[in-house]
Structure formats: C-alpha cells, structure tokens
C-alpha cells in the first residue's frame, strides 16, 4: 500500500460514523465535496464508468456481458476501487424479474462491501418504450407518444414505468429521445418524438417529470443533433448551420433542462461541421451548463468515447479520447470501462488529462448518488419489489409481475390515442356495416404483420432487442396478433388471413404469395391489409437502429401487394404498424380507409381492431407527415417557401398528409375568433381564443394546433412552426371555449449574428386542425425595438378550454 493510500485509509478511519457524506440531512452538495476529498485518484476515477452486466437467473451475482466491442473485464480487479454504474443488469439476457432483483442486490452488497468507502453502484436500463426486461410492460414507441399529442398521459406512463424500474432497483432510465426528425429515412425515426421541436419539447418533458417522479434518473438523448445526419444515415456526419442546430435540434433540450427537473443527458454519436458531440466543449460545457444551468452528469452514449479514436480521428489514443470527452463535459463512460480505466489513469500520470476533470466528474457522480440515497449511513440494497421476500429461489421465482393489469390498461389507453386515421371514405368504423350491424361477414386480413406476435414492437422493446437473440425463452408478455385482435373484436365475422408477401421481400420469388391473397380478398366484404415495418437492429429489420431506409417506399413488395389488393375491387382498409412514414401511392386516395400506427406495443392490436370496429374513435394526430412520393426527402413541414413546391424544381415534396393531420368518427365546426389586441410590443403577448363545436353525432376529440407564420424576417424563416396545441374532447353537439395566450417570445428565431431575437412586424397566428388545415388565421403586429432573448425566454403558449352546451 503507498503512502497516499495508507493516509486516506486511516483518515476514513478517523472520521468513523461522524462522515460528513454519509449523513443524508447534508445537501448532496457538501456530501460529495466531503468524500472527495478522502479519495484516491483511482477511487474516483472508478466513479467514472460503468460495466455491462447481465443479471442472473439463478439469483446470483451479476456477470460481466461479454461484448463484441471490447475485452472482458475482471471485476475482482475492479471492486477494490468501487463501480460508478452497473449496465443493463435487467436488459442483457431473460431473466425472471425477482431473481434478477435479488440477483442485483446481491451483487450491491458485493460492491459496497468491495470497496472501502461501501458505495454501490448506480444501475440503469433502457426505457424507451417501457421496462426493457423480461416480463415488462411493451408500451408503445415514443412516435406513438407523439401522436396522441397528450403530454399528461404520457407523464402518467413515464410515473408507471419509474415505478417499475425502481421496484426493482435500477435508478437510471436511458429516455427520452429528443432528436427532432430531419429526414424520416433514418432508422432510429421509431423511437423520436416527431418533427416538430415544440411538439418533441413537451412530451419528452411531460416524459422525464413521470419518470423523475418515481425517483428514477431520466436521461436526455441525444444530445446534439443525431438525427440530422446526412441521407438519414446512422452516425453519419452532420452538415446542418448554426440556426438549425439553434431552433430546431436544441430547443426541446432546453425545454426539458429547465422544465423537467432532469438529472442526467447522454451526448449524441455523431459530429456537426467536424466537432463530436462527445469532443464538444461549447455544447456540453457552455451551452448546457454555463447557459442553461445544468447541474446533473454527462452520460456517454455507448462505446461513444472510444469512437472518438477509432471512428472520428479526433485522437490518436484512448487516453486522449478519454481526455477530450472530460474536457468538453463527458462525466461517464458507457457501458463498460475502456477509455476510463487504464489509459487515462495512464493518461493522468503523463500529465496529459488533468486530475481536476477527475474531480470535477466525479463530483457531479457522488451527487447524484447523493440524491438517490446510494451514500447515506443506513443504505439498503433491498428494493421495495422484494422488501419482506424469501430469498428462496422457488419462492422467489415469479413473485414479481412487471405487467399488471393496470399497466396494459395504460399502454392500452397509449396505443388508443396514438393511431392516427388518414383517410376515410366512410367505411369506418365497421359497426353498422352488415347485416347485423356487427360488421362484415367475412374479413381478409392480407399482409406480412397479419399473424406476427412482435409486429406491434419497437427495436428497444425487450422481445425485440433481447428476446431475438434467445429463441428458445417465451416472449414473457401476451403479444397478440392483428388476426386474433380482429377475431376478439368481431367475433360474428369470418377472419380469413394470408401474408402475400414478406416484410423485406425476402427470398427467391417475393411475390409468390400474391395470388392467394387475392382469392381471399375476392372472395371477401372487406379486405384489411395489414403492411408496414419489422423492427430490429443493424440491419436485422426495416426499422430500428442501423436500420435505414434508401427510400420511403414500403419495404419490399408490399406497396405491389396493396395495389394488387386495390385492384380486385373488393374495398380496402389499410392499416400500418410501422416506425416511419411510408409513401402509399395510390392508396392514399383509392383505398377505403387508412390507418396508422407507430408500433403500438403489446396492446397495439387491440387497440386497431377497436378504433376499426368504431368502439374507441380515433384521435391521434400524425407527428411527422406521410410522403406523397418515395423519393422527396429530406423534407419536413418546417422548411422554408423554397423548401415547397415550387416552380424552380421538378420534385414536389408535398406530403399526402401533413403534420398534425388525423380524422376522427364525428366532425367539428370552428367559428367566433377573437383577437384580444391585434398590437403588441416585442416583449408583449397575443391572446386568443374561438369557438369548437362537435357537429356530429359521435363523440370525439378534435387537436387545435397553434402555428406562427412569419411572413417576412431578417433570415429565412420555415413557412410555418407549431407554437401550442391542446386537446379538446366533445360529446355530440357540445362546443367549448378555446383561449391561448402567446407570448411575443414564441416569435423568436436565430438572428443574424446568432443570438435569438423577435423581431417587430406583421405576422399570423393560425388556429387549425393540422399543418395543412388552418381554420382560423388572425393578423397580428408586433411593434418596438428588435429585442434580443436567451433561455429565460417564455417558451409555451397557455391555453384554456371551457366547456359549453349548446342552447
């Protein structure tokens, strides 16, 4: 033992039960600065990382997960020092939910027993579309979340899935994703919010404050700029200028930083203009700390350190890519220890990284767990699921039910709100069709996701993301078909099914199953067609991470499937279980009805066949818009005049249905705007308000959207931006009141000279049912000096809705 390490083991010694760290009525603060200063630069440094685990299904200790990516680690040589983080204890490999708990906390007691100061590890999992472990809840993907344009229901699912990661002792959540989509040809489309960064902003915020409420550490992804990359390629590089980056990929960020109450943010893969996220001093350090105030940790996104030397070339060793990343305000290296153990202790005694980044990251890890009672005096590894449990492994096994019914009740209301109608002739919804009014006779269910238990998931969702890789263990979850979900919902009906084709195509003649699904459908009173995605990784699906698409054709032959189907006459309603927007071609006119889901999760069927039979009315409304053609693309709704139609080049890019877009079973009249001022000063606000009347004879919920249109700026300015939206449920013939008030602030844009300002002039303030529908449009003018903003900013528009009855 050295000098060093002998004077800071007696001096733990000294202070006994009186350490200052370990009293949980200290500010965390002060806790941390305390045990710092009794650690040894390799104690502080194993604060740092994390190590990628698999929980044991016997319930026994953890054991390292051996990664492709790098060499196994020894944790006996590891211990001694302390772990920062445990990696997907729960998300590795099946493992029965009370033996993996008890499987983690007995490795805990390990860590803190290893290590002289007995600190634990922090743990964390994958949460972005629920749980992702064996057994959890398969909620639906967060293009799902954006869709039912619902923030306070998704609050409530986050809280749910907290719930359900603490239960079991994890502490951390790697969600929500804030990427805003810049070119829906990107894989990862399926696990972002949408494409508009008001609309990313507040569900994902809505999103950390459920999470953080049940004490899990939410983390921010990716920060920044991660789906902007070239031709929607997975870690190409980023080309995008200062006021895309400004007012479009970091406002959602900021929203949440301030707003959430988040404690963690992961930075993005990719580089911008040359600089990684992870080598970005002006991004993590002056940005999100210096500007916004961040207090939490900087996560690394997985390997993301390392690929600083091997994929960047912006370090020629893995100290120095472990000397950068501190540098620019990276605190912890995922999921396992490579550039943070030995080069840069290494790198620390060459005197090329300073021990003061050592501290300053450690200091933020020691706070956090802080924060999570992970260094107070009576710390217990016992997590609530498994408080009073018999460690007997055949009492344990199957104690703890990670799917509850109340929990598939809320994925259930999720997947509800989140299918969005496109189109209707009227067929929907089927009852009342028939001869009984049930619906028809005889159904053809045609289509590659037809029968397919895991087409509702998500590339994160545990069957998907796991559960691939071990065929053999059960899904762990119920996972219904769209067939069986059809023939529970109408169970007077004949289902009839064929497949026609394969997602992809597949092998070999990828049309051969053409003709008998058009004898089906021939011979039916409706033909579903049920298309879309297969989600995976790296290439293994046609949606997910690595898995990009050339263009925004459906995969394989299914757009030659549909239009086969079309033409036998027999009228058809498609539906889509997808994790991007397809093109339809000629079924965005000529098909009955279609319908559109974003991998809806484990009760994602049910939910289809209900809005399909009409017992649940649609209300979802699209996050990102639907191509008219394949091939137009990048393009979004945000682009500017010449980013349209226009005479100067032969693409149109005018989506067959448009951000915000989505029918519902009944129809809504708009009428009395009323403008309260049409003048305010640029540091002034606008309100609002009109009149929403249900004019039909159903129930249902109309979406007002709130888009700024600034028709002449100093830069180039999109068409229109989403300002405010509110959801607004009606019961046949009842009206309510809708007011908003709009700060002069949600007029601001990224100036000139890069700083954000509002600028004096005319603009319109466009009440609409989506970004292609505007129904009401007051002219208002903004007067005064041009005004500079920062992040004090006001960032929401404030609505009201007061119900009326009409008489």
Not at 456 to 467: D, I, N, R, S
Not at 481 to 494: K, M, N, V
Not at 633 to 647: D, I, M, V
Request: net charge negative; charged share 20%; proline share 6%.
């Amino acid at each position: 033992m050295t000098d060093h390490v002998a004077a800071q083991t007696q001096k733990t010694a000294d202070a006994g039960n009186n350490q200052l760290w370990r009293d949980p009525a200290r500010d965390p603060a002060e806790r941390a600065d305390a045990l710092l200063a009794e650690m040894t630069p390799a104690e502080k440094i194993a604060q740092l990382y994390g190590v990628w685990v698999g929980a044991s299904d016997e319930g026994g200790e953890v054991a390292p997960h051996q990664h492709e990516m790098e060499a196994p680690v020894d944790l006996d040589e590891l211990l001694p020092q302390g772990i920062g983080q445990l990696t997907r204890p729960f998300g590795t490999a099946p493992v029965d939910p009370a033996l993996g708990a008890l499987s983690l906390l007995r490795t805990q007691r390990r860590i803190a027993s290893a290590n002289r100061f007995g600190i634990p590890a922090l743990a964390h999992e994958e949460c972005l579309a629920g749980f992702a472990a064996w057994g959890a809840t398969a909620y639906p993907v967060p293009l799902s979340w954006g869709a039912t344009f619902d923030p306070g229901l998704v609050r409530e699912m986050a809280a749910a899935i907290g719930r359900d990661l603490r239960a079991v002792g994890v502490h951390q959540g790697l969600a929500p994703v804030l990427d805003v989509v810049r070119d829906a040809r990107w894989g990862r489309v399926e696990e972002t919010i949408g494409e508009d960064p008001y609309l990313v902003g507040t569900i994902a915020t809505a999103y950390v404050q459920g999470l953080e409420s049940a004490g899990v550490v939410a983390t921010l992804k990716h920060f920044a700029g991660y789906s902007a990359s070239r031709a929607g390629r997975n870690l190409a590089p980023v080309g995008m200028g200062v006021r895309e980056r400004a007012d479009v990929i970091l406002p959602p960020f900021e929203m949440a930083v301030r707003d959430s109450g988040v404690r963690s943010i992961m930075h993005a893969y990719t580089d911008t203009d040359g600089v990684p996220s992870a080598a970005d001093e002006r991004l993590l350090t002056g940005l999100l700390r210096d500007v916004w105030g961040f207090g939490g940790t900087v996560v690394a996104d997985y390997f993301g350190i390392a690929f600083l030397k091997t994929l960047h070339g912006v370090a020629g060793t893995f100290g120095e890519a472990a000397g950068v990343a501190l540098g620019a305000g990276v605190d912890v290296e995922l999921p396992t220890v490579k550039t943070f153990g030995e080069p840069l202790r290494e790198a620390i005694a060459e005197g090329l990284v300073s021990e003061a980044l050592v501290d300053r990251a450690a200091r933020r890890v020691l706070v956090q767990k802080a924060q999570l009672g992970l260094l107070d005096k009576d710390w217990d590894p016992v997590p609530s699921a498994l408080t009073g449990a018999d460690e007997h492994l055949d009492k344990l096994r199957g104690t703890v039910d990670l799917d509850p019914e109340a929990n598939r009740a809320l994925a259930r209301r999720v997947a509800e709100q989140a299918i969005v109608l496109l189109h209707n002739d009227g067929t929907l919804p089927l009852r009342g069709h028939g001869s009984k009014g049930s619906g028809p006779a005889r159904i053809a269910l045609i289509g590659p996701n037809a029968d397919v238990p895991t087409a509702v998931l998500g590339c994160y969702a545990f069957p998907v993301h796991v559960g691939s890789q071990h065929p053999e263990t059960p899904a762990g979850i119920e996972l219904p078909t769209l067939r069986e979900a059809l023939a529970a919902e109408f169970p007077d009906c004949e289902v009839v099914t064929a497949s026609g084709a394969s997602i992809d195509g597949g092998h070999g003649d990828s049309t051969a199953g053409f003709a008998a699904a058009v004898e089906l459908a021939r011979g039916a009173d409706l033909v579903i067609a049920a298309l879309g995605d297969r989600a995976g990784l790296f290439g293994r699906g046609t949606s997910g991470e690595g898995c990009d698409a050339a263009s925004l054709a459906l995969p394989g032959v299914q757009e030659q499937l549909l239009d086969t189907l079309l033409d036998t006459g027999t009228p058809v309603v498609v539906t889509l279980i997808s994790g991007r927007p397809y093109a339809l071609g000629r079924a965005a006119t000529e098909s009955a009805a279609v319908v559109q889901t974003f991998f809806p999760g484990e009760e994602g069927t049910a939910a289809v066949a209900s809005v399909l039979s009409g017992r649940t009315s649609p209300s979802g409304r699209l996050p990102v818009s639907v191509p008219g053609g394949a091939g137009a693309q990048p393009s979004t709704y945000l682009a500017a005049r010449l980013g349209h139609l226009s005479e100067v080049s032969n693409i149109d890019p005018t989506p067959a249905f448009g951000f915000g877009h989505g029918l519902t079973y009944t129809t809504f009249g708009w009428s009395d705007l009323v403008v309260e001022s049409e003048v305010a000063a640029t540091d002034g606000e606008f309100e609002l308000s009109c009149t929403v009347r249900n004019t039909g004879m159903r129930a249902g919920t109309e979406v007002v959207q709130l888009y700024l249109h600034d028709p002449v700026a100093s830069v180039v300015q999109p068409v229109q931006r989403l300002i405010g939206y509110v959801r607004v449920d009606l019961a046949p013939g009842r009206g309510a009141r809708v007011r908003a008030r709009v700060p002069a602030d949600l007029a601001s844009f990224t100036g000139l000279d890069a700083t954000r300002i509002v600028e004096p002039g005319e603009l319109e303030l466009r009440l609409s049912a989506s970004s292609t529908d505007p129904r009401l449009t007051a002219q208002v003018r903004l007067t005064g000096p041009v005004r500079a903003v920062d992040h004090r900013r006001e960032l929401y528009a404030d609505f009201d809705v007061v119900p009326y009855e009409e008489g």
